[in-house]
């Protein structure tokens, strides 16, 4: 099958079978190995792409139904030479160990800030009409991101300190 | 994952006349992507329906709302009318996944997500759900997952769904499009079929009927709502047992109660008895332990459910204190308004 993407800003065109993920096509067809294969189910949050703008687990999309469709991964968002904001902030912190799960902590955390900014709530909300931005807030609105070397306080961290920043 | 023919409909006439029984429709894709990868659903068609129109919006009828089946959770969570006037949905779908899987998740596919019981994502055990008349491993196996009632010897499994529970305790009804292009609309008490000899058929729906939309009836305002779910870590886990409660307390008695308890039962569960000691009372610890004993009064069919008995009580009563307001710590108890 064809299916179209536009990757980082960039047109991509695409040839693949009907029952390839959109994680695959990312790694397997077009290189882009940022983004990481954790649990392949939804589980785990490595595989987290922004989706027209929203946080996706990609190993639970069909490139074939995202024809047209805008996505941005971790290589679309800094380079090791210019790190944006929130990726230094994961250094200063020390946000991980090993690093696996860091692009998904990444771009989920991207995606954190719109929402917030958004004013969209979460189940810990006090107010559903008028949420906050605390810890309890960061931790679950990253629930999705699993970590096996259990960085979350410094993944916290990270994420609370690029707020301040912007 | 099998092959399969890959359809995308631009229209729903065209999308009813590509099912069959060997055909699945693929809304969010985060549950069937997920049992396609390990064969546990094996459709040799897959109808996208993801492009059609008319179904991702939220409109206002009069006071009702009709959600279209295409409305992602992240859309009516975070929707303004819905978090004023229904609020325990925006919580209990809030409850639910994760901010990945909510934003891709749709209404429709929501409600007709599968089981998590083990067996069922296991293709080497026996399931009468997967594979209909091979029998049922979890009986005589693990089962802490399974439901306590509204089971049948064929099959114990309980539904996940939290969405689904607060829909039921806020008597929502589905709008469904037969092929023949007729609409009908079932109430959500309607919508799931108790497992019987047939636990493979789960709903009302034929193989080509597509849900279109969800109703929901005018706010009920005043109302104290909350959602309450327990499960084995804070977030990002299925409920072990939860209780999405609706209550008005009037002059010191509860005048209203409407009570849905999810993942206890292969559909979300009621129990009008349990509302009908309530009406009328004052709340008071007394009242609310009969009511949850009156609840959990049914033995479990499994030893390994036993522990949701007592779970399923305690959290019944924990959720009427804080909604009539007998316990001070009412996080997430949300009162109801006519949305602006
Ligand atoms: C890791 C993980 C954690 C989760 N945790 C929770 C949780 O805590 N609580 C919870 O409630 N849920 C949870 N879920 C389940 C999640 O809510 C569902 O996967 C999601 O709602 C399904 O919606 P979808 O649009 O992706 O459905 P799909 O996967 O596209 O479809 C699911 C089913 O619905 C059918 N279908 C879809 N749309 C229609 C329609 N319009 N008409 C007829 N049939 C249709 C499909 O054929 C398929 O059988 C979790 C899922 C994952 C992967
Ligand atoms: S309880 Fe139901 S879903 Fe689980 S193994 Fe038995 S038949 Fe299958
Ligand atoms: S790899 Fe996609 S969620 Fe784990
Ligand atoms: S840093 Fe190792 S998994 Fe998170």
New interface residues.
């Given amino acids: 099958m064809q299916t179209s993407l536009t990757v980082n800003g960039q047109t991509r065109e695409v040839d693949h079978d009907a029952r390839q993920t959109l994680l695959d096509t990312l790694r397997d067809g077009l290189g882009l190995t940022g983004t990481k294969k954790g649990c392949d189910h939804g589980q785990c949050g490595a595989c987290t792409v922004l989706l027209n703008g929203e946080r996706v687990n990609s190993c639970l999309c069909l490139t074939a139904m995202h024809d047209g469709d805008e996505v941005t991964t971790i290589e679309g968002i800094g380079t090791p030479e210019t790190l944006n904001a929130l990726q230094k902030a994961f250094v200063e912190s020390d946000g991980y160990q090993c690093g696996y799960c860091t692009p998904g902590q990444i771009m989920s955390a991207t995606a954190l800030f719109e929402e917030v900014k958004k004013g969209a709530p979460s189940y810990v909300s006090a107010d559903l009409e008028a949420p906050t931005f605390d810890d309890a807030e960061i931790a679950e609105r990253m629930s999705g991101n699993l970590c096996r070397c259990s960085a979350y306080p410094m993944i916290r961290e990270a994420i609370a300190m690029s707020r301040e920043v912007k | 994952?099998r092959?399969?023919?890959?359809h995308?409909s631009g229209e729903i006439g065209d999308a009813a006349g590509a099912l069959g029984r060997e055909a699945a429709i693929?809304a969010?894709?985060?549950n069937l992507?997920?049992l396609m990868?390990i064969q546990v659903m094996t459709p040799e068609r897959?109808v996208?329906i993801?492009r059609l129109d008319g179904l991702s919006a939220i409109e206002a009828d009069g006071e009702n709302l009709r959600i279209g089946a295409l409305v992602t959770n992240?859309h009516l969570?975070?929707d303004?009318r819905i978090?004023?006037g229904w609020?325990l949905l925006?919580?209990a779908i809030?409850?639910g996944?994760?901010?990945?899987?909510r934003?891709?998740a749709t209404t429709g596919g929501n409600l007709l997500q599968r089981t998590r019981c083990p067996y069922f994502y296991d293709t080497s055990q026996a399931c009468n759900k997967r594979a209909p008349g091979t029998g049922c491993a979890a009986q005589g196996g693990a089962g802490r997952m399974l439901a306590l009632f509204g089971t049948s010897p064929d099959c114990l499994a309980a539904h996940p769904s939290d969405m689904a529970t607060a829909l039921t305790a806020l008597q929502a009804s589905v709008e469904i499009r037969a092929a023949s292009g007729e609409i009908r609309t079932v109430p959500m008490h309607e919508f799931y079929r108790g497992p019987g000899d047939s636990p493979d058929i789960e709903t009302v729906l034929a193989p080509d009927d597509i849900v279109t939309a969800v109703l929901l009836p005018a706010p009920r305002a005043g109302t104290k709502q909350t959602y309450r779910k327990v499960r084995d870590r804070?977030?990002?886990a299925f409920a072990l047992v939860s209780v999405a409660a609706i209550v008005k307390v009037e002059d010191g008695r509860i005048a209203e109660a409407s009570l849905a308890y999810g993942s206890i039962a292969p559909h979300p569960w009621m129990n009008h008895a349990v509302e009908e000691m309530l009406v009328g009372q004052a709340p008071s610890d007394d009242l609310f332990a009969r009511a949850g004993e009156a609840l959990t009064a049914a033995p479990a069919p499994h030893p390994d459910t036993e522990y949701k008995r007592p779970l399923l009580r305690r959290t019944l009563i924990a959720a009427l204190r804080e909604a009539t307001g007998l316990s001070e710590s009412a996080?997430?108890v949300?009162t109801a308004r006519i949305p602006a």
Avoid at chain 2, 3 to 6: G, T, V, Y
Avoid at chain 2, 97 to 101: R, T
């Fill in positions: 994952m092959s399969f023919d890959f995308q693929i969010g894709g985060t992507l997920d990868k897959l996208d993801t992240t969570a975070g303004s978090r004023a609020p925006s919580r809030l409850a996944a994760s901010a990945q899987i934003n891709k804070a977030s990002y996080h997430g949300d």
